[in-house]
């Protein structure tokens, strides 16, 4: 099994700035990429970023492009995404989630999921 924590969610300004973590615990030995998907209030769970196990490659939702920055620690245990200009329309529950799978941007080849953090921006 593979264990996700995230932090780092809050309250920011619109043009603010949060970092969101995502500590993996477990087997994470396994898991080929991970991602952060969100879910904001009334809507579905959404694509936001990925990053492969060796972090070379990335993958970012359009509408997140530019503004928002995946990474991972050298031991690859630790996930960041540093969001930047924030905006309103980013306010959602953000979920770090890890794959086996090899389809970093699809939600349902996801097999481990973290508990969710809320990011919420005020106009």
């Known amino acids: 099994q593979v264990q996700l924590v995230e932090s780092g969610g809050g309250l920011a300004q619109a043009g603010g700035s949060l970092r969101l973590s995502c500590a993996s615990s477990?087997?994470?030995?396994?898991?080929?990429?991970m991602g952060w998907f969100r879910q904001p209030p009334g809507k579905e769970l959404e694509f936001v970023a990925a990053?492969?196990?060796?972090?070379?490659?990335?993958w970012y939702a359009d509408s997140v492009k530019g503004r928002f920055t995946i990474s991972r620690d050298n031991a690859g245990n630790t996930v960041y995404l540093q969001m930047n200009s924030l905006k309103p329309e980013d306010t959602a529950i953000y979920y770090c989630?890890?794959?086996?799978?090899?389809?970093?941007?699809?939600?349902?080849?996801?097999?481990?999921w973290g508990q969710g953090t809320q990011v919420t921006v005020s106009s």
């Open positions: 989630a890890a794959t086996t799978g090899v389809a970093p941007t699809a939600p349902q080849t996801y097999n481990y």
């Open positions: 477990g087997r994470a030995f396994i898991t080929n990429a």
């Open positions: 990053i492969s196990r060796n972090g070379a490659s990335t």
